[in-house]
């Protein structure tokens, strides 16, 4: 079954000169290349989506900060709007084999059916390549790159670092802040804040 080859998937990583395996591109700066295998069986590639705004979303279902925005359908919510705007959003899960939030490809697939989670990419990077390129240090951990592949944003969904879902409609959603300005032409202006959750589970 073609969802299921991944199971042995390959990361292929541009380096960019990086000799710890740890990113240092400051957001302003080229997000560093990658090509990864998805559940849906397609490699997804950084270049492949030039041209393109890219959402990556680092995620742990069974991270309560991560609940929040899923059991909310906030982040589902935003999945669906950006995607049907032309974003590309790849999901990530770098917890490796036996650490939280770990699940086989089958099982990712029974889950994010059952959560009606929909970006276009699912990306299990249980070796922590792709993590560890990024820099990823929370779930969730959001990062934007713009059609040039500079990244713009590194950070916190929003600035209300809580498991409580009461927050979310109070809060400033980050994501949307630089896709809504980067979509209507405006100049965005790259940034970082904290993440905020729990540990990616390398």
């Excluded at 990419?121 to 240090?137: N, W």
């Excluded at 500079?150 to 498991?163: C, E, F, M, N």
């Amino acid at each position: 079954m073609k969802k299921q080859a991944c199971l042995a998937c390959a990361v292929t990583l541009a380096w960019a000169g990086l000799s710890t395996g740890v990113a240092q591109t400051a957001p302003g700066g080229s997000a560093p290349a990658f090509s990864l295998a998805g559940l849906d069986g397609a490699v997804h590639s950084l270049t492949a989506y030039s041209g393109k705004w890219v959402v990556l979303e680092w995620t742990n279902y069974d991270c309560p900060f991560v609940r929040k925005h899923y059991d909310s359908g906030n982040m589902q919510a935003l999945q669906k709007e950006y995607t049907g705007k032309g974003v590309v959003w790849l999901t990530v899960c770098s917890s490796a084999a036996g650490k939280q939030g770990h699940n086989s490809p089958r099982r990712w697939q029974e889950l994010l059916s059952a959560a009606k989670s929909s970006p276009s990419g699912f990306l299990v990077d249980a070796d922590g390549q792709l993590g560890r390129l990024y820099g990823a240090k929370a779930t969730p951990h959001l990062f934007v790159i713009d059609p040039k592949g500079a990244l713009v944003y590194r950070g916190a969904i929003d600035d209300k670092p809580s498991t409580d879902k009461g927050d979310i409609p109070r809060a400033t959603n980050y994501v949307r802040k630089v896709l809504d300005a980067g979509l209507s032409g405006e100049a965005v202006t790259p940034f970082e804040t904290a993440a905020y959750g729990c540990g990616v589970k390398y």
